[in-house]
């Protein structure tokens, strides 16, 4: 056991470490983003679990989108109706998938209730803080802009992910209309300053870039065994990893601002030989305190997490600066 004066010169030794971090990794630059707002703790993609996220104090909105038969881009992570958090106009859960988002309007849509997990399903098992918000609908990415705009907050920022699927160009709207949708919404709410768009689908990405360069383009890459987009130029709009020398440097020749990796397919030398080449490196999805104090001691710029609240912890342990929260 150690003296109070070793414990001190610790505590000292540590601080000058903080120091010496946030010098090392543009520390003030760290962007903490609610995953579907903040999903641990609030049904995912509501304008509960955006709610939420901006009490806890984020600096980024994650959310996902699909657009409607009369092509009002809506917030889901699926592209059809989920069985696990979607009940009827009769309260009652579906019973299997439901309808594809592409195929009911914005009215029809309005019916469900997502506002709560199935207790028995693997969501519910998986998140069991969720708390629950009956009533409440799959939100428009307009009403999200406007709920956060009532809030007053003028630096929250929003990082949407196109929800589109190379392989099933049935399940949604076409690249092309896809972006235009979101765009136009962005546009409409003056938002193109606090933007940032998403995908798994780069087609998507050289869309948004070719229409409108001054928002940031975020590459999803996914490279594990049973799931690997990289490999795969329907997802990479059409390049081959195999022309390139590593994953960041087909992100850095696409146009690429931010490489946003799954959190378990980096190392620190991954993280450095990005930032090297100019990227922004912002990994998903990271939900263990342990898992956050590795990445953010590799100096991430940021991370994507369905509990806000755990990283703000890690964050303040690191002394990196933490966002406002809509309640203070
Ligand atoms: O932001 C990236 C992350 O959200 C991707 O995973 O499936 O939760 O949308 P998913
Ligand atoms: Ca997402």
Redesign the pocket.
């Known amino acids: 056991m150690g003296t109070r004066s070793g414990s001190v010169r610790q505590k000292r030794g540590a601080s000058c470490f903080l120091l010496l971090f946030c010098c090392a990794f543009g520390a003030l630059a760290f962007d903490l983003?609610g995953?579907?707002g903040a999903r641990g703790d609030r049904p995912e993609n509501t304008l509960a679990a955006f709610e939420h996220a901006l009490e806890i104090g984020v600096n980024t909105l994650?959310l996902?989108v699909a657009i409607t038969a009369d092509g009002v881009p809506v917030i889901s992570?699926d592209p059809y109706l989920n069985p696990a958090l979607t009940r009827d106009a009769q309260g009652q859960w579906l019973k299997a998938r439901g309808p594809l988002i592409r195929s009911l309007t914005l009215a029809q849509l309005q019916v469900y209730d997502v506002g709560r997990a199935d207790p028995a399903s693997e969501v519910a098992r998986q998140f069991p803080l969720q708390q629950a918000r009956d009533g409440q609908r799959i939100p428009t990415l307009a009403s999200l802009f406007q709920s956060v705009g009532a809030t007053g907050t003028q630096q929250v920022r929003f990082?949407i992910?196109t929800?589109i699927f190379p392989n099933q160009p049935a399940d949604t709207a076409t690249p092309d209309n896809f972006v235009d949708a979101v765009l136009a919404v962005v546009r409409a709410a003056g938002l193109t300053s606090r933007v940032t768009i998403?995908s798994?689908d780069w087609r998507t990405l050289r869309r948004l870039q070719q229409l409108e360069p001054r928002i940031a383009t975020?590459y999803?890459t996914v490279e594990l065994p049973q799931s690997n987009n990289v490999q795969d130029p329907a997802w990479t709009a059409g390049m081959f990893s195999k022309d390139y020398a590593s994953t960041p440097h087909m992100v850095k020749a696409s146009g690429g601002a931010v490489w946003?990796p799954h959190f378990a397919t980096i190392d620190a030398n991954k993280v450095r030989a990005a930032q090297q080449l100019g990227l922004k490196v912002i990994p998903?999805?990271v939900n263990e305190p342990a898992d956050m104090e590795r990445l953010i001691g590799w100096g991430i710029d940021g991370l994507?997490s369905d509990y806000p609240a755990r990283a703000r912890d890690v964050m303040r342990r690191f002394g990196l600066p933490l966002p406002a929260s809509s309640q203070r």
């Open positions: 983003q995953h579907r994650e996902d992570h990082n992910e929800k998403q798994f975020v999803l946003s998903w999805t994507i």
